[in-house]
Nanobody, 121 residues
Framework: QVQLVESGGGLVQAGGSLRLSCEVS????????WGWYRQAPGKQREMVAV???????NYEDSVKDRFTIGRDNDKNTVWLQMNSLKPEDTGDYYC???????????????WGQGIQVTVSS
């Protein structure tokens, strides 16, 4: 059974930083893509940052030059470094990972449970 466990959220003042992590629990073969999404109160979920393994990263316009998406290969963990946070970054953040559990297996899509980020002004 594969699960995604998120950590690193919390309350921070505007201008501060947070690093969200998403660890894959369970045995897997490879991660093909990963991303972070957020949902602000009363709004739809939106893409924050996504990356394909071996490819470039894509960022939502408002977070470019402030957020960085990455991965720790040896830990099966993906992360989102968030700097210069703004009140409008407040929301629930979700990690999304596409992975294969075994060689030649079907690629499946998984979501984390969501973690709250609150940026105070």
């Amino acid at each position: 059974q594969v699960q995604l466990v998120e950590s690193g959220g919390g309350l921070v003042q505007a201008g501060g930083s947070l690093r969200l992590s998403c660890e894959v629990s369970g045995s897997i073969f490879t991660i093909n893509y990963w991303g972070w999404y957020r949902q602000a109160p009363g709004k739809q979920r939106e893409m924050v940052a996504v990356r394909v393994s071996g490819g470039a990263s894509n960022y939502e316009d408002s977070v470019k030059d402030r957020f960085t998406i990455g991965r720790d290969n040896d830990k099966n963990t993906v992360w989102l470094q968030m700097n210069s946070l703004k009140p409008e970054d407040t929301g629930d953040y979700y990690c999304n990972i596409g992975l294969r559990r075994v060689v030649g297996g079907t690629r499946r899509d998984y979501w984390g449970q969501g973690i709250q980020v609150t940026v105070s002004s």
